[in-house]
Every structure is written in C-alpha cells, then in structure tokens.
C-alpha cells in the first residue's frame, strides 16, 4: 500500500508540469523543488534496507553483488556501486558475530542515517564518507567511523555534499592520526610522462606530483592563467575568449617555450604554508597552503635558509594579536595574516583557496569600512561579485563582521529569496579542519556551548 501511494504521488508530482512551477512565486517554487529533493533522498534509507535484507541471496565477491543490483533496479552499475557502499553505513543490520548480536555492525554511522531520514544526505553523499573512509589504513577506520559520523552529518546538513570529497586531512585529524604517505612514498610515486602524439597532431599527459610539484604549478597558474593573463595588449585582454583549460595550457608554453615571457624573475615566487610552533618544532603533520595544497611539513623545514619565517600569534577566538616578519608591507602582511586566521574563502561551500581569492570588506569601503585586519575576508571572485556592499539589496549577499563572543570571523548573509530569515551563515570546509585559526575558533565556540572559561587550557 505505501508504495502504491508513493507511485500515486509520484504521478501527481510529475502531472503539474511547467506551466504550474511557474505559477509559483520565487520562493515557493524553491521551497517545493528542496522538499521534492528531501523526499528523494529520503528514499535512500529504503534502498539501504532492501540491499541488507537481500545480502543472502547476492554472492559475497562485490562485483557480482553491484551487477545484481544494477539488473535488479535497472540503474548504471556506478550508482549501484553507490547505493552498495551508502547500505553499508545507514543500515543498522545487527552484526551476528560482534560482542553484543543485537548491537548495528562497525561500519554503521547512525548520524549520517539521520541524516538521510530527515532529507538531507543522498547515497551519493553517504558514499563519498564511505570511500575516504576506506581509503585509510584498516587499523583505524572503526575509530574514525566513530568520530566522523556526528560532524560528517553536520557538514553535509550545512555545507552539502561537495565539501565531503576533501575529508582526508579532517578525517586523519579526528583520529589523531599521521598522514600515512611519507615523503618518500611521494617520491617514490611521483611521475610524469608524454604520451604518443594523436592523429589530430595533440598529446597526452599522466602522471602523479608530489605536493610540493602540485602547490608550485597551482601557484604558477593562479598567478597567470587568469582571464586576460599572458595577453600582449589591453584589447586582446579585455576579448579573452580561451577556456580556463587552454589558459592552463598556454602557462607551461609561457614558462618553457622558445620566448619564455616567464622568464626567470617572473614567475611564482612564494608559497604560503601555515603550521603551528608544534608542528614546526616536531617536523610532523602537513600544512595548508595558500594554493589550497596540503604540503608535509618536513618538507618546509629542510632547507630554512630559503624561508621568510612569520610569527603569528593568535587569542583565543582565533584573532591576530600579534603579526611579526622582518620586511614590513602593510598589505602583505595582512595577506599573510589573513592565511593564517582563515586559510580559505569564507564563502559558503567554497574551497577557493587564499591566492585564488580576493580580500573582500567585510564592511564595505564605501560604507566606511576600515582597511584593517579584522574587516578583511576571503572571498573568490565569483562570491565577491554576489556581496552587495551598500546592504540595501535583500536579495543579494551581505556580509557582517561578527559578534565577538561568537567565535566567527565574518557572517554571511543570504539573500532573502534563499532564506526569508536570512538567518547567518558560514564555511566550516573540512580541508581548513586544522587550520590555526579555525581550529582556536572551533575550540572557541565549542567550550562556550559547554560553558567552559577559553583560558582553562589553551594559552595565545
């Protein structure tokens, strides 16, 4: 009878075409689209239990098991591999061979089938926590099913499932884990090769960076693969039709072909990685760069004599008190500063990374915002070009500096036709989990929900 009515909805669903959508107010047009998504992915936790209860009749090896269910559903093997993965973390089968028979096996996240039941995790972002899950060494994946689920749930429910496909450090962290690959396995690993030329007169290439390799080529092509970058004049610039794909492209031919105008002198310079005292006194751990890479930090600390030490010293909401380097520029170390404090675009769901992003006021400067530290933000161009900074377009982003007490830098306002309370908003991104400032703001905020004093434990 129920799937008889969900078939009936369904149709009725289905029946208001176009024409009925668009009688629909802005709003309510939103509004019903996300509760017929909610809905969608609430169907998840069905198929979980269907793939569960029919384990016996499917075959123990996992290919056969996704070509079964691909033939039984009539859906791609891709999403039947999806929805095998995703049963294997929001069913909570009892495990017959564990201590206790009646408790849910380890892979089992109840958060995340909360998650699912409420209409805000899919299968899809169910598998992605699966697959980073399982891409760690088997001795620590139970403790970090245990972990992860609670702020996995919490991040797909605020930042939606995109953020999840960059969960390693975050989840390695939660553990207190090492990074498992050296640098010689990176070393090792590392590869580049040509292939054959094609018959369209094109070649391919393959291979694996290290990530010092991947920070400095991503430096180069923020640096000059935007639009107009590499132009001979200001027409040319300004009618920049070429694809983010071939600007790329013609940055290597810049740096390495007969003309060179990225000389030497020209190029990427500097890179920004930011670690704390402990970190750099123990040589351990990785560092966020201002490219967005994860570079290990015995890697930074090998050869001092050609870094620019900065000293950072952050109280307890994650703020700067103190920014010290032997050359003074006032803008750059701001910048610098800014790295430090935020490590990424505060844009909601952005993974923009500092060097890709611009420094946006958070007050804007014609509103009479001050070009200080505590009114910078992050924000990629796109994002930037949304914020409207006179404030008087509700249908626009905004941008406020935040409450002291919060624990937040910058609250991010969104539009009315998005949220009619335009309630505050932020980027909790996984990859910036253990950054320096986000870390002290996390701690920040966690030990005032738990009515704890900030100087108790930690010290700037």
Known sequence: AALDALGAAAEAVV??????????????????????????????????????AHEDAMSDIPARRVRLISRILNITRREAEVRQAAATRISGRPDPWAADPG????????????????GDAACTAVEKVDRQIRALPASVQAEITAAADEPCATLVRTQGPDPLDSLRNFLLDLAGAEETYTDKDHQ??????????GIDGMTPVRGLLTPEAAATLTRLIIDHASTGSLCDGRDEANEDTRTPDQRRHDVLLAGYGPDKPLATGRGATTIVAVMGIDQLSSGRGTALTDVGVHVPVSTRVKAPESITGCLQIQGFEGRTLFFGRTRRLGSLDQYLALVGEEGMSSAPGSDSPPAASLMHHIVGWSAGGRTDLDNFTFAAPPQHALVDD??????????????????RRVDRIPPQSADPDRAPVHNDHPTVWRHPGVTRRRRFRDRDL???DPADSDTP
């Open 103 to 118: 408790a849910p096996g380890p892979d089992y996240m109840p958060y995340l089938a909360d998650a699912a039941a409420t």
């Open 450 to 452: 738990n009515g704890e």
């Open 390 to 407: 006179t404030q008087t377009g509700p249908d626009r982003w905004w941008t406020h500096v935040a409450p002291p007490e919060s624990g």
């Open 188 to 197: 090792r690993l590392r590869s580049f090769t040509v292939g054959r030329q």
């Open 15 to 52: 029946a208001h075409g176009a024409d009925a959508w668009a009688r629909l107010n802005q709003y309510d047009r939103t509004h019903a689209a996300k509760r017929m998504e909610a809905s969608r992915k609430k169907l998840s936790l069905a198929d979980a239990a269907f793939i569960t």
